[in-house]
């Protein structure tokens, strides 16, 4: 098992601790990466059978400053076809590569790259379930997960390379950048450790540092997000500080008080408005500093 299998089958376990999802839905999940259900009913034993619950009263919020974005295709590796959603800025100030959370290209990080064009920045955010036709032909959210627990990270990072191209190729003369979240947090900080030249900043969200990251002869400026409340990820935040003092790099972390996991995503139970509002400010400052 690979880290990023483990990654995608610990989500689902603390997702059904924390009540978000039923112990009969995780045993689904984890059946779908390939468990037997004895070993997933081990993994999630102390898990109740509670309903799931309802997004919080006043989610959404980014949906509503958003209006999602153009479907596109591009050029992936070894001649294969990409998918993406492209929003387009007016004078575009920079490239963003949006990458997403464990359940695929949804609505939410359409929408989520529209905010970043109307704040000047053009921005793509990348389908890495491209190959297995996109999250959309996947239907419901659990079998994105699962596809992407097969897949290997070398793939990840070869398709996140392939949209910097694409970004690179639709904004030209200016510099990118690249954000994700949870599972996307953890492909972004593998896309820093590529250290390619174009990527200038980034911002990995509560993303898990992959094992023996070494980030020496990237340029890039990291500003790192995490969550109080959410240890596991947490865990991995002293190794991604001293692989980024190691390498020299700019950066700047912030822990976000009373906010946990996945609190950016205002279409999830977990989602923090003040955190998500004080984190959008800081990401757009970050990257009017070190992208333009």
Request: charged residues 20%; proline residues 5%; neutral net charge.
């Amino acid at each position: 098992m690979n880290e990023i299998q483990r990654y995608l089958q610990d989500e689902v376990v603390l997702d059904c601790a924390d009540g978000i999802i039923s112990r009969r839905e995780a045993l689904k999940r984890l059946g779908l990466m390939g468990l037997t259900a004895a070993a997933a009913s081990n993994l999630i034993a102390g898990c109740a059978d509670t309903k799931e619950p309802n997004v919080p009263a006043g989610a959404n919020a980014n949906a509503a400053a958003g209006g999602g974005a153009e479907s596109i295709t591009f050029a992936g590796p070894e001649g294969r076809t990409l998918q993406g959603a492209w929003a387009r800025a007016d004078s575009p100030r920079g490239g963003v590569l949006v990458i997403h959370e464990n359940k695929g290209l949804l609505e939410h990080f359409r929408v989520v790259a529209q905010r970043f064009a109307k704040a000047g920045y053009s921005a793509l955010a990348i389908d890495l379930l491209s190959e297995e036709g996109g999250t959309a032909a996947l239907g419901e959210p659990a079998n994105a997960t699962a596809a992407l627990s097969k897949v290997p990270p070398e793939r990840f990072v070869a398709d996140m390379k392939a949209g910097l191209d694409e970004l690179a190729k639709r904004t030209p003369g200016v510099k990118l950048a690249a954000i994700g979240f949870c599972f996307g947090g953890g492909m972004t900080w593998r896309l820093v450790g590529t250290k390619d030249a174009r990527l200038a900043a980034a911002a990995p969200f509560y993303g898990p540092l992959p094992e023996g990251t070494d980030f020496t002869g990237a340029k890039t400026a990291v500003f790192g997000v995490y969550a109080e409340l959410d240890g596991r990820v947490n865990a991995s935040q002293p190794a991604a500080k001293a692989a980024l003092e190691k390498a020299g790099l700019t950066h700047e972390i912030v822990t976000y008080p009373g906010a946990d996991h996945a609190f950016f995503n205002d279409t999830g139970p977990r989602y923090n408005a003040p955190a998500a509002t004080q984190a959008w400010t800081k990401v757009l400052d970050w990257f009017g500093r070190y992208v333009g």
